[in-house]
């Protein structure tokens, strides 16, 4: 009889306890080591943090739940809690974000931080909102860079003919067009096997995501043409978000600024450690390249969001001091 009550006890206790805590996903692209697995369990680690364990968290890593667009579209639809993605694809869902994709806008990370922490970054999280979507931080991906498995990219000249991985955004893939590569987009789950196929010659990808994703296996050069920043940010389904109370909004947004720094930390850590990563593991890196002539050709571009937007937020980004 003893053994049962306590039986009946626990068995109430467990249930109680499984029903207050909340259970929230964290999905990304990337491995748990990288820069966004470090953000993600940094988001996780917080939430249960400050909630005193009402939140717990697991992340859904390296695509698993599809890539960023189909992550994004889960946000949508309430599939998925909270993503962690690029503004890649994040364009075809709120287009004024196309301003942050520009490829030579940025001067450098203190500028390209500044203008995400400050009004601008304000004003597209608001946007992003409008959209049947959560814009919790921004956070980071990195200053992108062209890969291949064919020649060394010095030039423009030396993108011609190559067959090169995008993302699903047109203002990347107008860019790469205008200085002379075949883009061709592709979700990043497809990426590493498309390369070692040869379906495509090259990718562009920060420093981050090339180690991350062990490229040197399947890529033999690097060119550091810091062609564009790429920002990540932090997003949330409304209808997690609409469900819970004030406090609890807080919580998340507590947990989505220590994303970011964690993700901006490794960032940082990978700038200085990653390029030797990729010489020890066999690639050539190429550092003597002069911007102008890509930053010339890549200009096209920015007709895909100043003819709908005008030039005042690429003015402004530019302003950012
Ligand atoms: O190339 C991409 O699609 C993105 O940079 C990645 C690797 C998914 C990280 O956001």
Excluded: C
Excluded at 3 to 17: D, E, R
Excluded at 27 to 38: D, E, K, M
Excluded at 53 to 61: L, R, S
Excluded at 134 to 159: C, I, K, M, Y
Aim: no cysteine.
């Amino acid at each position: 009889m003893k053994y049962l009550i306590t039986g009946l006890f626990t068995a109430v206790f467990l249930t109680t306890t499984a029903q207050s805590e909340q259970r929230i996903v964290v999905g990304h692209a990337l491995s748990p080591a990288s820069h966004y697995g470090v953000g993600a369990q940094a988001f996780i680690d917080k939430l249960t943090e400050v909630s005193d364990g009402a939140f717990v968290g697991e992340q859904a890593p390296a695509g698993q739940l599809g890539g960023e667009r189909d992550m994004i579209e889960g946000l949508q639809i309430g599939s998925m809690d909270v993503v962690i993605t690029s503004t890649g694809p994040l364009g075809n869902f709120v287009p004024e974000v196309f301003a942050l994709d520009l490829p030579f806008l940025f001067r450098d990370y203190d500028h390209a931080r500044k203008t995400l922490d400050g009004e601008i970054g304000q004003e597209l999280l608001a946007k992003i909102g409008e959209n049947d979507l959560v814009g919790l931080a921004w956070s980071e991906n990195g200053f992108r860079h062209v890969t291949n498995s064919q020649r060394p990219v010095r030039t423009p000249a030396d993108l011609n003919g190559l067959k090169l991985r995008t993302m699903e955004n047109k203002v990347h893939m107008t860019a790469f067009s205008g200085m002379g590569a075949s883009p061709t987009p592709m979700a990043f789950p497809e990426l590493f096997t498309a390369l070692q196929q040869g379906v495509v010659d090259g990718q562009e990808n920060p420093v981050t995501v090339i180690t991350a994703s062990k490229f040197w296996e399947v890529q033999n050069y690097v060119s550091l043409t810091g062609h564009v920043y790429s920002p990540a940010v932090v997003l949330a389904s409304p209808s997690l978000i609409d469900g819970l109370s004030d406090e609890q909004k807080d919580w998340f947004m507590q947990a989505s600024v220590a994303s970011a720094a964690a993700t901006r930390a490794e960032v940082n850590r990978l700038e200085e450690a990653g390029v030797a990563l990729l010489r020890e593991n066999g690639m050539e890196v190429i550092t003597d390249i002069d911007k102008a002539p890509f930053a010339d050709l890549a200009r096209a571009s920015y007709s895909v969001y100043i003819d709908e937007y005008g030039t005042e937020m690429v003015d402004r980004i530019i302003a950012v001091k």
